[in-house]
Each structure stands twice: as structure tokens, then as C-alpha cells.
């Protein structure tokens, strides 16, 4: 039986979609291996020499994701963020070998680390040129929030697999291994119940194309628990229209007070303080962790403004931008038009959003546009 929450009818990327949940649920065991041994009994990190556990974990996913889907898919390239320049120069190669050798299906002869390397290359910068033609291709943020990833139980990191066809995002999945669900505005029986079931075990997100956007435990797969489609829920945006009420995500990077809607609204960080013409904004790691807020209905808007210093990365953003659209949400840039996906024809890998992303449950979309445009003409 199927492993997603929809009929193969329905879903034009099934196929794909079904390895994609697949891998990115291997590679969130990996990343929760690879984080058990690098966490002493007190939570203290072992080894901090240039974030080696970030970079084991985050290279060991993308050298797993790439085998996998490069085994299932071979003509499908990958866009990704690592390339194996600094494992090589540093020596890593094998630490990566071991974390993934347990986790990849092979057939055949055993994987060596020469194999390791130029499986992480296939998504790197010069592994493939596109051109301006629309092209089919995978998009993988192996860990997004690795200041979460280091930060012990709490923080959130995601695991981010998205499939682009001829410029649109049609299918994404996000790993988040300790998600926790905690809705306290809801103080049900059932939720309490869904609560003890799927706190602290983490959750993943998946989104087709017409077809909606889903959520589920996070299977411990080391226990052979049998996948059931029925626990898949569907993921809706939130439903609040006016800014007062709505929370906020934004970049860790950013301020509030760089941000346009500071001229009408202070922010606060302290859900018991919410004064009169504050908004409220959450604190989470990495872009996808927002993107996963906004999709299963626990922000109303993340917003990020472009920089001059920064490039937005395409890995930072397509599988959210499907998870919150097929939610109900809204994704555009700060006046109002589709992210382009090709806008780096040559790599696919830059995005260029005028102003910067806006992402919303839809309801506040337009006025917070507004907002945008007229603090430009004041400014």
C-alpha cells in the first residue's frame, strides 16, 4: 500500500513523492544519530572544531539523498548546498562514509569514500548547467537551522527535499525530528492525547500539487513500525485577516525594526506581554522551520527581507514555498509577484525575490503588501 495520504490517481509525482518521504525520513535518523553522538550526558557539544557534527550530518544527508534519488532517478540532476571541497581538504570523508553506510540501499559493491564524494557533487555548483530551457530537477536543503541543529533537544532543524518541474514547485517534503506539537489554544481531549503520541518525536511534511498538505509522526524507523497512511493529518494555514492577531516569523539574521511593518507595529517575543500595538513573533531556527510554522498553522506570516551582503538560496525556500501554497497559504515576493525559480538560469540556485519573500496564511497577505508599499513611499 502507499505510504502517502493520497491515491496514485490523484498525484501526477507519486512515484517520486513516495521516495522522497522515504530518504528524508532515513536522513532525519542520521542527522538524530549523528546529533546523540555529539551531545555529551550534560548537552554539552564534544567536538566543536569548525562545527564537524553540522558538517557530518549535513554532508551525510546529502550524500544519502543524492545516492538514492540518483539510484531511483538518474536523470533527474540535484540542486544542493554542499559540495565535497571542504570534506576533502579537512579529511572527513570517511566520518561521512559511516553515517550513511547504514542507511543507504545498496545493491552491488560497498560504497567507498571516493563514491561518497562524488555523490555530494552531484548537487554541488558545478555539477550541472541549465541554461534558460525550464528544466525538471531536485532541490535539497540537507540540514536547514544548523544553529538549531547544535542547540540541543529544543531547537528546530529541518530536512528539506522539493521537486521542481518546468519553474513550479509539484512536491516537497520537510523532515523536522524534534518538532513539537503544543497547541494550547486547543485544550482538547483528542489533542491532548495527539500531544503525548507526537511530542518530542518529530514530524514530517508533505505536499503534491493539488493535493493538500500533510503532516505525521516522524516514524522511529530503527522499530519497524508499519507505515499506515491513516495517520497522516492535513495541514491548514491559520485563519486570522487582521495583523493585530497574527504572529510573526522572522530571520534570526534580521531585526524587527529593519523590517517595514516596524513603522506601524513594535514586536515582542513574550507571549504573556502582547501590548496593544505589538505583534507577536516567535523564535525558531532556520527558513523552512518558518515555512513548517506558517503550513501547520502556528504563525500567520514569515517575511525576510533580501540583503545586499546575502543571497537567498534556493534550498531555503522551495519546499516551503509548496508546503504553505498547498495549505492555503501565499508565497510572493514584496511586490506581490511568484518567487522565479529560474531566475539563475545558469544554476538554478540563487533566487532574486524583488524586496524580499512574504509568506502568509493568505488572509494578510494584501495588506501587509500594502504596508510594504507604503512605507517604500515614505522611506
Known amino acids: 500500500g502507499s505510504i502517502l495520504p493520497f ?36 548537552g554539552r557539544i564534544l567536538e566543536k572544531n569548525d562545527q564537524t557534527p553540522v558538517t557530518i550530518a549535513d554532508f ?43 542507511k543507504a540501499e545498496f545493491s552491488g559493491k560497498p560504497l567507498s569514500e571516493d563514491d561518497v564524494l562524488d555523490t555530494i557533487d552531484r548537487g554541488g ?41 518546468e519553474g513550479d514547485v509539484v512536491l516537497g517534503v520537510m523532515g523536522c525530528p524534534n518538532w513539537q506539537e503544543e497547541d494550547s489554544s486547543k485544550p482538547t481531549i483528542e ?31 530503527s522499530s519497524n513500525t508499519e507505515n499506515m497512511a491513516g495517520s497522516w493529518i492535513r495541514c491548514f494555514v491559520d485563519k486570522y485577516s487582521i495583523i493585530k492577531e497574527a504572529s510573526f516569523c522572522i530571520s534570526d539574521s534580521q531585526l524587527w525594526e529593519s523590517l517595514p511593518l516596524s513603522n506601524s507595529f513594535d514586536a515582542t517575543t513574550d507571549i504573556q506581554s502582547v501590548s496593544e500595538n505589538q505583534i507577536l513573533l516567535p523564535v525558531c531556527c532556520g527558513s523552512l522551520c518558518k ?7 502556528r504563525a500567520s ?49 540563487a533566487l532574486f525575490p524583488s524586496g524580499g519573500v512574504l509568506v502568509t496564511n493568505g488572509n494578510v497577505h494584501d495588506h501587509i503588501l500594502m504596508l510594504i508599499s507604503s512605507s517604500k513611499s515614505i522611506a
Open 7 to 42: 491515491t496514485k490517481q490523484k498525484a501526477k509525482y507519486h512515484k517520486e513523492l513516495e521516495a522522497a518521504v522515504d530518504v528524508v525520513e532515513r536522513a532525519c535518523c542520521l542527522c538524530v544519530e549523528v546529533k546523540k553522538s555529539l551531545f555529551s550526558s550534560e
Open 60 to 102: 551525510g544527508v546529502q550524500a544519502l539523498v543524492s545516492l538514492e534519488l540518483g539510484r531511483l532517478f538518474p536523470s533527474i540532476p540535484l540542486v544542493a548546498e554542499e559540495d565535497s571541497a571542504f570534506l576533502r581538504s579537512n579529511n572527513l570523508a570517511n566520518s561521512v562514509l559511516d553515517v550513511v553506510f547504514d
Open 125 to 165: 555548483k558545478d555539477a550541472f548547467v541549465f541554461g534558460s530551457s525550464p528544466a525538471t530537477y531536485w532541490v535539497l536543503d540537507p540540514i536547514d537551522g544548523t544553529k538549531g541543529f547544535l542547540k540541543g533537544s529544543e531547537a528546530l532543524y529541518v530536512v528539506g527535499l522539493s521537486l521542481v518541474v
Open 191 to 221: 489533542i491532548q492525547e495527539y500531544n503525548d503520541i507526537i511530542s518530542r518525536l518529530g514530524v514530517v511534511m508533505v505536499a503534491h500539487v493539488g493535493c493538500g498538505t500533510w503532516k505525521k509522526r516522524l516514524n522511529d524507523i
Open 291 to 297: 515555512y513548517l510554522m506558517v503550513a501547520s498553522g
Open 301 to 349: 506570516v514569515f517575511i525576510l527581507r533580501s540583503r545586499v551582503d546575502r543571497i537567498i538560496k534556493v534550498w531555503d525556500h522551495a519546499v516551503g514555498i509548496i508546503c504553505v501554497q498547498e495549505a492555503g497559504g501565499m508565497v510572493t515576493d514584496w511586490e506581490g509577484s511568484k518567487i522565479d525559480l529560474a531566475a539563475d538560469q545558469e544554476d538554478r540556485r
